[in-house]
């Protein structure tokens, strides 16, 4: 039951950081298309109609890079969990394919605890900043949204990550990957 929870949450994470990477993916096509119309439109071409779309507002996104820059942070964090989860990670089998099954087990145990330390480490010092953000009121440049609703954000995925990677180091450990 405890696994289908786990399972259930990681998943759940995965299609938010994947809906959220999407928005992202959304915001600079329209970004872009509106910037080489805004281009267009100050060529002169279009006329009155150039006139009256710039007029509007026709142009890029402002603060495109800043909600990019915040939104594929998000995406990250909420991966991490079925990438944990699933075994996913990047790695390299060439040294250790001829290595008994047992001898490879003790690695992957070992690289479980030292992801869930990792992962840990990195909330935590995600929280220390998210914190500061906050005590401070950074907010963004062009759009002026307060910085530590994104780390806000970062913060809560790296809190399942942390969840999980806990629970796949003590299940590796105890040999029920």
């Known amino acids: ?28 096509c329209i970004s872009v298309a509106g910037r080489e119309a805004a281009d267009l ?13 710039l007029g509007i507002g026709l142009g890029p996104i402002l603060g495109d890079f800043e909600l990019v820059e915040a939104g594929t942070a998000f995406a990250i964090f909420a991966f991490l ?23 490879r087990h003790r690695i992957d145990t070992f690289w479980s605890i030292v992801m869930a330390v990792i992962v840990l480490l990195i909330t935590w010092r995600l929280f220390e900043a ?12 062009l759009i002026q949204f307060p910085v530590w609703w994104a780390y806000a954000a970062c913060f809560g995925a790296a809190l399942v990550a942390c969840a999980i990677s806990l629970y796949c180091a003590a299940m590796q450990s105890m040999g029920k990957e």
């Open 41 to 53: 439109a100050n060529t002169g071409y279009l006329g009155v109609l150039g006139a009256w779309l």
């Open 130 to 141: 998210l914190q500061d953000k906050h005590r401070y009121g950074d907010t963004t440049y």
């Open 81 to 103: 969990p079925i990438t944990q989860l699933s075994g996913a990670h990047a790695r390299v089998d060439i040294f250790t394919g001829g290595l008994s099954a047992k001898t």
């Open 1 to 28: 039951m405890l696994h289908f929870i786990i399972q259930t949450i990681a998943r759940l994470m995965a299609l938010l950081g994947g809906l959220v990477l999407c928005l992202v993916i959304l915001a600079v």
